[in-house]
């Protein structure tokens, strides 16, 4: 199952904040975060962004990302943010 790219833009953002908030992905492979999440556009060896979309607020104008790092193949931190 491929959760942030089956859901819909305007919900990814609740499902981040879970992701993050219940450390849903600490300890994860990156195997098992693909699996979770789905191929990445943009990646690094021990980075992956995924776009979050745009969180819904009178200003919102940047798209949000949230970003995996890893070490030694596993999660040590995920961060959501503004681009």
């Known amino acids: 199952m491929n959760l942030i790219r089956k859901n819909e ?35 690094e060896r021990n980075e992956w962004v995924y776009d979050v979309g745009f969180i819904p607020g009178m200003f919102s104008i940047d798209i949000d990302i949230i970003e995996i790092s890893f070490k030694n193949n596993k999660v040590i931190n995920v961060k959501q943010r503004s681009t």
């Open 9 to 43: 833009k305007r919900t990814r953002y609740e499902l981040t904040n879970d992701l993050i908030t219940n450390e849903l992905l600490l300890g994860k492979s990156k195997k098992e975060v693909e699996q979770l999440l789905g191929e990445t556009s943009k990646f």
